[in-house]
């Protein structure tokens, strides 16, 4: 079957008409390619269902064995670049602000491709709001460039030309406001091509800069670039400022002889800012027009010192103007943070917009501002008609002006964004003709040190089947070959290093005769069971006088003059080892495991109930190291927490430390205990979800496969699916994530969350009564087995008969007497902690339930109080100064919690499932979720949350 990927273009659309190749052979080639490429190169954002593209391929085929095909391009997958709308496909431009949006339309481009046959495959990568010449400044991926997985492929049109380049598609949609047509083009070795400002209608392109802005064509070469611009080139009247309807054919008259033909050239772009190697490069390609009889000329253009400031000048004004609808309302993110319009507009912005982006809104705001407008501006403005007309006047003499496509080769990833000044200035060769309105072509000129690089012809207004013609006779005459190696790209290391494991695993298995493997396997069943004479440290008092045999680790060393004291510590507790005589020879080292055999001894000096084991026989299991970083056995109050914590499997070995989560342990076995025995079910709920529980930005992003995705931000979706399903009763010990940019005592950004939800209920009460008694049980179980570690960390738990309930506002109130306020309209930590002091003091309890929060502070599922409207069916549990649990009622009518979600912002297509849940039927509920680290530090009187944290992930650690 023919390589679509390596077929010139023109022979592809023969092909097709002879019959040679089907479009569905042709979209099944895009759809394997991306399948097997797109992971590693990220050309896509999205991509539409395989189904339906081979559906639409099918259907393509079906008309052309008809003979009513509606067009050459019936059929042909498409790409777009993901500022180009096309209706019901996701359009992002890149970025987080509007994520989720889809449209109900598509552009006058896309409309015109659809009613001629051709397919649209999906939306290609970009720089965000096409603001960028690298594809780095995408919210979502990085595009590389298939020549050089480790560079970029340009921007901001990095996607569709990677896309092109790597076989994905054959022909692909950009924009190009000041190059990113023609930039990527030139970096990925495929022709690209900017037309006449005004030739493409930019209705359905969301804007950057509206008078730069242009939509382009990409292709592998220069007759697939004309015939895709014959679709497009049209006027609408949705546009004003498409002026002009063509009705001929770019390819018809490509191969004409373009002997004659006057060529220019501008000596700044040979001199500094160029590398010698593009330079040698756009001199041969300047012999090769001359080869093909052109003349060429040089023509000096000094306006040339203007155009960078000039064209950023402009575009960022245009750009802070246009992007000044992204406000979170009618479409795209919204803040959670919504006191007010202002608060919501600035917040959205902030969450939504990329730092490229804020910096040329920024830009822009300065240069319209009214005291730079006319320094800035005006001046940009007046400069724009000064260059155009110079322009004119090369065009009066000349049909052609040559220039590099870019300076240089693509960038290595990190260059731009370290140095952007370098970025933003090799952008001089291909900004000239999106000021002047100019069509401009760029063909792929060579390799320059393994890398693409192009040659720019720009022409007269509405000259594009001049450019085409030219770039075509250039084409040929190179004889170019830019396809790039692909098979450098590892798409198959997981599949191959498989074929090699097997490999090795039947050569392995060769080397040993069935005899042997027999011996083996019938050992498995044969075996006798383990039934080990091990003694532990809490058994000894019952073994006085006779010999055993002990397993652990050694905690603490003494010397006595010869004689060896050893602290022996296993899963127990500890005991006091005696080494005398040649077995006291053996030096070992703190924190090695060994297994030991001695007579136990009464010794009232032993620190461990007066009881030692004079050893006999010592056997070193395991060695340890003895550049241990500091002393487990001894007091560890002298470092600092982070030491302890970078050196966590260490410091863990700690008997205090450790003994913070064996109480956690009981305390969460106390939790799963209590709830069985009220009739709660465990459940084990996806960590992994397709959208947001709780909304806002405080949510962990990931890439999932081919998709987004989000870490739980809690189970409650889930707990309410489960109540629904019958069950009535659920609970989970689970992790929960939280992206919350805190460094405090009190906060993680993964946690541990002890959740239960039950049906049924009259109201929030109903669920406070059930935790109240939940703690008690849980507090005497940890009073009853761990009286010695509270007794350690100096902790008393008094158990309380009942907990104090009070209603947010008299929370507010008595925060407010006792000196914080300015709270926000929410309880501050300082507001607990002397909510808390308060409610000890007048009724000695260190609980208190603070319920009614207001409907603006809980997720959009929680049930309003109808008898304080503003308020809600939720609250808090404080615990000593800090809140230890969230909770409440839940709205459990379909038509109501849909409306709700509307009042959050939210959208409730997002949603589907959950909603299911409720349309079908659901009972009265709520639930709560309690922090089990949080538990754990108050009760212990731990002064940081990590402490009671096994491996604490924070906004600063990662690590162990």
């Known amino acids: 079957m023919i390589d679509v990927a390596k077929t010139a273009f023109k022979d592809l659309i023969d092909s097709l008409k002879n019959k040679k190749i089907t479009c569905v052979d042709i979209m099944r080639q895009s759809i394997n390619s991306i399948h097997k490429f797109d992971s590693a190169l990220g050309c896509f954002i999205s991509v539409d269902e395989e189904a339906k593209l081979i559906k639409l391929a099918e259907e393509s085929d079906t008309r052309r064995k008809s003979g009513t095909q509606r067009s050459d391009i019936d059929g042909l997958p498409v790409a777009l670049k993901d500022n180009i709308v096309a209706l019901g496909i996701e359009t992002t431009c890149g970025s987080k602000i509007l994520e989720g949006y889809k449209p109900s339309y598509d552009a006058t481009s896309v409309r015109y491709l659809r009613e001629a046959g051709a397919i649209i495959i999906g939306k290609t990568n970009m720089d965000e709001f096409a603001m960028g010449s690298t594809c780095e400044t995408s919210a979502y991926t990085k595009t590389k460039n298939p020549h050089d997985i480790h560079r970029v492929p340009g921007g901001s049109s990095g996607g569709s030309a990677a896309a092109v380049a790597s076989g994905m598609v054959p022909l692909a949609l950009g924009s190009d406001t000041g190059g990113s047509v023609r930039q990527p083009a030139s970096f990925c070795g495929v022709v690209g091509i900017k037309p006449t400002y005004g030739l493409v209608s930019r209705s359905g392109l969301v804007s950057y800069a509206s008078s730069l802005d242009q939509i382009g064509t990409f292709a592998n070469d220069v007759y697939g670039s004309a015939f895709l611009l014959n679709y497009i080139a049209k006027k609408d009247e949705k546009d004003s400022t498409s002026f002009y309807n063509y009705d001929g054919d770019y390819t018809k008259n490509i191969d004409k002889d373009i002997k004659g033909l006057k060529v220019a050239y501008f000596p700044e772009f040979m001199g500094e800012g160029v590398s010698d190697a593009v330079k040698t490069n756009f001199e041969a390609s300047l012999n090769t027009l001359k080869e093909l009889g052109a003349t060429v000329d ?212 060769s080397v040993y005769s069935k005899e042997d493997i027999k011996k083996v396997s019938d050992s498995y069943s044969n075996r006798e069971k383990n039934t080990s004479d091990r003694v532990f440290c809490t058994n000894l008092s019952e073994q006085l006088g006779k010999t055993i045999t002990m397993s652990g680790s050694i905690y603490k060393i003494n010397n006595l003059g010869g004689i060896e004291f050893y602290t022996l510590r296993d899963r127990t507790g500890l005991t006091q080892l005696v080494l005398e005589g040649e077995i006291a020879r053996v030096k070992l080292t703190p924190l090695s495991i060994v297994q030991v055999k001695g007579m136990v001894t009464k010794e009232e000096r032993s620190p461990y109930n007066g009881i030692e084991l ?347």
């Open 298 to 509: 040089k023509v000096d253009f000094p306006a040339i010192k203007y155009i960078i400031s000039t064209y950023y000048f402009i575009a960022t004004a245009e750009a802070s103007s246009n992007l000044s609808r992204y406000d979170g309302v009618k479409y795209g993110l919204r803040s959670e943070k919504q006191q007010n319009y202002e608060e919501m507009l600035f917040a959205s912005r902030t969450e939504g917009f990329g730092k490229e982006v804020k910096k040329r809104i920024l830009l822009g705001n300065f240069v319209l501002s009214s005291g730079y407008y006319d320094a800035y501006y005006l001046k940009a403005q007046k400069l724009r008609t000064f260059i155009m007309k110079e322009m004119q006047k090369i065009f009066m003499k000349y049909d052609v002006i040559a220039t590099p496509t870019t300076p240089e080769v693509a960038f290595k990833f990190g260059e731009g964004t370290t140095d952007p000044m370098k970025l933003y200035l090799s952008d001089v060769t291909t900004v000239i003709p999106n000021l002047s309105g100019l069509p401009a072509i760029s063909v792929p000129s060579g390799m320059v040190s393994g890398l693409p690089v192009g040659l720019q012809l720009i022409g007269k207004p509405l000259s594009e089947d001049l450019l085409f013609n030219v770039g075509y006779k250039f084409e040929q005459k190179k004889s170019l070959s830019m396809y790039p190696d692909l098979s450098k790209i590892d798409v198959s290391q997981s599949n191959s290093s498989s074929k090699k494991d097997a490999k090795e695993t039947k050569k392995m298995s």
């Open 614 to 960: 004079k050893v006999t026989e010592l056997t070193i299991l395991s060695e340890a190291a003895s550049d241990v970083p500091f002393t487990v056995g001894g007091n560890l109050s002298n470092l600092n927490l982070p030491t302890l914590l970078d050196n966590r499997p260490i410091s863990l070995r700690n008997i205090e430390i450790l003994s913070v989560f064996k109480v956690q342990s009981e305390i969460a076995g106390s939790f799963a205990e209590f709830l069985r025995l009220h009739n709660f079910t465990e459940i084990k709920t996806p960590k992994i979800i397709s959208n947001e529980t709780e909304g806002g930005s405080n949510i962990f992003e990931i890439k999932y496969f081919d998709r987004q995705a989000f870490l739980a931000q809690s189970p409650q979706f889930y707990k309410q699916m489960m109540v629904g399903s019958g069950l009535e009763r659920v609970f989970e010990i689970g992790p929960v994530f939280r992206a919350e940019k805190h460094n405090t005592v009190r906060h993680l950004n993964e946690y541990t969350s002890l959740d239960f939800e039950m049906a049924f209920i009259k109201d929030e009460q109903d669920l406070i009564d059930m935790q109240e008694a939940l703690l008690i049980h849980i507090l005497k179980n940890i009073k009853a087995k761990y009286s010695d570690v509270l007794e350690y960390f100096g902790q008393e738990i008094i158990i309380p008969t009942s907990i104090p309930r009070i209603h947010f506002i008299e929370a507010l109130e008595i925060a407010d007497k006792l000196g914080v306020k300015d709270m926000d309209g929410d309880i501050s930590p300082e507001g607990e902690k002397v909510v808390c002091k308060y409610i000890e003091e007048q009724y000695g309890s260190q609980f208190v339930y603070i319920v009614g929060y207001p409907v603006k502070k809980r997720p959009m599922y929680t049930m309003q109080d109808e008898r304080l409207p503003g308020y809600t069916r939720s609250f808090d549990l404080l615990y000593k100064g800090l809140e230890i649990t969230t909770g409440g009622q839940r709205i459990h009518n379909y038509e109501a919690l849909k409306a709700n979600m509307i009042a959050f912002g939210l959208n409730p297509a997002a949603y589907k499932d959950y909603l299911e849940t409720f349309k079908f039927g659901m009972p009265p509920h709520g639930g709560l979720g309690m922090g089990l680290e949080r538990v754990t530090m108050k009760l212990l009187g731990l002064g940081n949350v990590r402490e009671a944290t096994l491996f604490p992930r924070d906004i600063g650690r990662l690590e162990p």
